[in-house]
């Protein structure tokens, strides 16, 4: 998970339960305004962008 971490440099990247692991990053959100709403779009597109190739690749190896 090199380049997750390499390409969300604050992801949290931990193991969870029986092969599974937990992907997540912690905002701090003192109000919800549009400038913060902006940066967690921002945040979950980045996770998106990084995480959709590896999914691909994941799903096309169990075919």
């Not at 905002?27 to 549009?34: F, G, K, S, T, V």
Request: glycine letters at 4%.
């Amino acid at each position: 998970m090199v380049e997750v971490k390499a390409s969300l440099p604050r992801a949290e990247l931990e193991p969870w339960d029986r092969g599974w692991s937990r992907l997540y990053e912690t905002l701090p959100a003192a109000r919800l305004d549009d400038e913060v709403l902006s940066q967690a779009v921002d945040c979950m597109t980045g996770y998106v962008v990084t995480l959709q190739p590896l999914l691909e690749e994941f799903l096309k190896e169990r075919r």
